[in-house]
């Protein structure tokens, strides 16, 4: 569902998630609306979100690769995802999703705010999450890195990793329209 920026801080629930997002669009007022760079991040600035954070390379073949992942994100997948690539974090049947989620965002550019649900191997009761992507430039200008953070709700699922993932609510907030 499209939704207008305005409506972002609205929308998250989460105090890290709001924290990050506070950030993010701070450094998007001072930049005049135009994307904030990598390398303009203060992660002091979201500490609510530290754990849950990750941010995201778009490289230069296509493929996607985790720059960063913290803790929350390592104990979840049972290992440390960060410099691998998107194909050797998930499974063939989550790598569609998550691709897709991570073009549009830099594509767009647009934030996306998603309600989602892994099932997690020898699982009964799949484990919820939210996920926050935000679009960040590179040196030059160019949308190249996602920053996020991601927190799963089932402290039970840690290091299961996940067998599918699905959407339960997609909420995109355009940055062309802002």
């Known amino acids: ?13 989460l105090p890290g998630h709001r924290q990050m997002a506070e950030h993010w669009l701070d450094l998007y007022g001072r930049a005049g609306h135009r994307l ?9 600035r979201f500490p609510k979100a530290l754990n849950d954070s990750w941010i ?10 985790m720059r960063l992942a913290g803790e929350g994100l390592v104990q979840w997948y049972g290992f440390n995802p960060k410099g691998r690539y998107y194909e050797d974090i998930f499974p063939a049947t989550v790598l569609p999703v ?31 999450f939210e996920r926050l992507a935000l679009p960040l430039a590179d040196a030059q200008g160019r949308c190249r890195h996602i920053l996020g953070a991601t927190l799963f709700k089932g402290q039970n699922d840690l290091g299961r990793g996940v067998e599918a993932t699905f959407v339960d609510a997609d909420h995109w907030y355009s940055l062309t329209a802002a």
Do not use: K, N
């Open 98 to 128: 998550v691709t897709a989620q991570s073009r549009r965002v830099l594509q767009g550019p647009c934030i996306g705010y998603h309600h989602m649900h892994s099932t997690i191997p020898d699982w009964t009761v799949p484990a919820a």
């Open 56 to 65: 995201v390379d778009a490289e230069d073949d296509g493929r996607f690769r």
């Open 1 to 13: 569902m499209d939704r207008p920026l305005s409506s972002l801080l609205q929308d998250l629930r």
């Open 36 to 44: 904030p760079a990598l390398g303009d991040l203060d992660a002091t």
